[in-house]
């Protein structure tokens, strides 16, 4: 099953060749929703422009081209040289049983699935995750279970900051407080407080600052009582960070955990390789790659320093070894990192490096997927009162809390268990969807009563949208009628029609941009689609039977698209609120 646009879009490319010449093949045909049809193709206003010709008169020789037999019964010039379309019922009736029926629900899979690697969520090791994690590790997911669903092997990767200078603190911390003691402390204690009081002790005590690089010599030595103890913090992290990832539904597991220590033995050859291409040379004492097109203010070239003055290596070489590996080892066609955008120079310069070593060449391709920060009330940065960083796991407690008082005031008769679990999928799915409907590369304002309303473009919207579609079968006391054929004879069964056609296009749209707020915007307009219908049409005190199945049929593949589309946000649809 296709979107009629692209169907509609193939023929009149094909008209626009006929009637004009091969060298116009690629223009838009502009197609898009109208109200004096079911679309309208706008492409004769701008090729009429650059053939210097009446756009009405363009209009005129595309549908005289156009072969749109068994999918449009009417095509039209309207205006200056508008081409309105009304589609045949039986097409879309076909395209619709076809959707229902299909198990897909109109995804088509890729026609060339790829090698996918997402980068996201990236915490750091020894350190609780706070609200900065939050946007990478929502979007980064939301954006994997997309480009699964279109048929691509999607490979997760979290690139966890699990090595470098401040484990040889934590580290030394750890014999300090003793082994046991120290293990009893990560274990059940808190991540950021053992961390704090390393770090004290490494500004305030001069001994112990340097028995902390003098460890880092020795972790990075391979030093084996070393090395046990660093592999305790990070096994105590990582299991803090499943934990967290659970509750807030995310798919990435121990599997996917690929943390810079992964990397750390691929160094030096990455930067032997780089002064062999003679794209490394020395600057002021470091070794450095100077990619083409990166000036500084002054209009000097740019450096990305891949071997320190002292020897060491920073995360820029971690990255390229990263992309290297992903590239020639793993054969990524495509690497996508969710990562904030003031990182974004930094991907440039990686992803210019890469290619200038012959890594990174076509078909492959590397994407920084940017995104803005999350704003408290006053336009700052998300805060607690206080002042400190909003932990992820008390962002999590407090949605769930919040999301349960709003839940119980709307139906106080769901026992206590189910109250519990939907509270627990209104408050994650609330806060998902805040920030997944935003363009992600804009700041957005953290805001409980816009989040949690049931009104508007918001989460709680769209579940208590399909729980409310569910009740009418539950009400009902019927099955989905899958079986049932479709009959379109009313315009708001029609418009909701066509808005489900539309899923599997937008799905493509969102993996080809990388912007999940596309589908959650398509979502929004489903559901208010769904709610035109049911104001407009009967469903079960439908005029006859045939319609009553028709439109329980429309109701149950709406509810079907809404909770998949949620569920490939990351967001549980509920069966019932």
């Known amino acids: 099953m296709a979107d009629p646009v692209h169907a509609l879009a193939r023929a009149f490319q094909a008209a626009i060749t006929t009637a004009f010449g091969a060298e116009h093949a690629a223009v838009d045909p502009s197609l898009r929703r109208s109200t004096h049809a079911d679309y309208q193709a706008n492409a004769a206003m701008a090729l009429g422009k650059r053939l210097g010709r009446p756009p009405r008169e363009v209009a005129a020789a595309i549908v005289a081209a156009l072969e749109l037999d068994g999918i449009c019964r009417k095509v039209e010039i309207a205006g200056p040289g508008f081409v309105n379309l009304t589609l045949e019922d039986a097409y879309l009736t076909r395209e619709l049983a076809e959707t229902a029926g299909g198990g897909r629900l109109g995804i088509a899979p890729a026609a060339e699935p790829e090698t996918v690697i997402v980068d996201y969520s990236g915490p750091n090791a020894a350190k609780e995750m706070h609200v900065g994690h939050l946007r990478s590790t929502i979007i980064g997911d939301a954006l994997a279970r997309v480009l699964e669903a279109l048929g691509h092997r999607v490979i997760r990767q979290n690139h966890l900051g699990d090595w470098g200078t401040p484990f040889g603190m934590l580290i030394e911390h750890m014999l300090d407080l003793g082994e046991a003691a120290a293990s009893q402390e990560l274990s059940v204690g808190d991540l950021n407080a053992f961390y704090r009081q390393a770090r004290a002790k490494f500004d305030g005590d001069a001994a112990f600052a340097e028995r902390s690089r003098r460890r880092v010599v020795r972790l990075q030595g391979g030093d084996e009582q070393t090395l046990a103890l660093w592999r305790q913090l990070v096994r105590e992290s990582t ?9 807030l539904g995310v798919t990435l597991t121990d599997a996917d955990f690929a943390g810079e ?102 078909p492959a391709r590397a994407e920084h997927v940017a995104f803005g920060s999350v704003l408290g009330a006053d336009k700052k940065m998300f805060k607690t009162r206080s002042g400190d960083t909003v932990k992820l796991s008390d962002l999590i407690d407090e949605a769930t809390e919040r999301a349960a008082k709003v839940v119980r005031e709307k139906n106080p008769d769901l026992d206590a268990e189910a109250a519990d679990a939907v509270a627990r999928s209104v408050g994650v799915g609330a806060v998902k969807y805040a920030d997944l409907s935003s363009d992600r590369i804009k700041d957005y304002v953290f805001d409980w009563d816009r989040m949690l309303a049931f009104e508007g473009n918001t989460a709680p919207y769209l579940m208590y949208a399909h ?12 099955e989905s009628p899958r079986e049932a054929g479709i009959v379109l004879s009313e315009p708001a069964e029609r418009a909701l029609a066509l808005e489900l056609l539309r899923f599997g296009a937008v799905l493509e749209d969102v993996a080809a941009t990388l912007e999940p707020h596309r589908l959650c915007g398509y979502l929004f307009e489903l559901a208010g689609s769904f709610t035109s219908f049911y104001e407009r049409c009967p469903v079960l005190r439908a005029e006859s039977d045939d319609v009553r199945r028709s439109r329980l049929a429309l109701c149950d593949l709406t509810a079907e698209v809404l909770a998949k589309g949620l569920g490939l946000l990351g967001i549980e649809a509920p069966e019932r609120m």
């Not at 070894?321 to 793993?330: D, S, Y």
């Not at 729980?467 to 019927?478: H, L, M, N």
Request: with cysteine; glycine share 12%; hydrophobic share 40%.
């Open 239 to 247: 299991r803090y960070f499943d934990s967290v990832y659970r509750r």
């Open 261 to 362: 220590s992964f990397y750390n033995p691929m160094l030096p050859d990455v930067v032997e390789e780089l002064g062999r291409k003679g794209l490394a040379r020395e600057s002021e004492g470091a070794l450095c790659v100077f990619p083409a097109g990166f000036t500084g203010k002054g209009g000097e070239p740019l450096p990305l320093i891949v071997r320190k003055q002292d020897g060491g290596y920073g995360y820029a070489t971690t990255d390229l070894a990263a992309i290297r590996h992903r590239l020639t080892t793993v054969g990524a066609r495509r690497i996508v990192y969710v990562v904030g955008a003031p990182q974004s120079q930094h991907f440039a310069m990686v992803f210019a490096t890469a290619r200038e070593a012959g890594w990174l060449t076509p």
């Open 467 to 478: 729980a409310r579609i569910r009740s009418i079968f539950r009400k009902a006391g019927v």
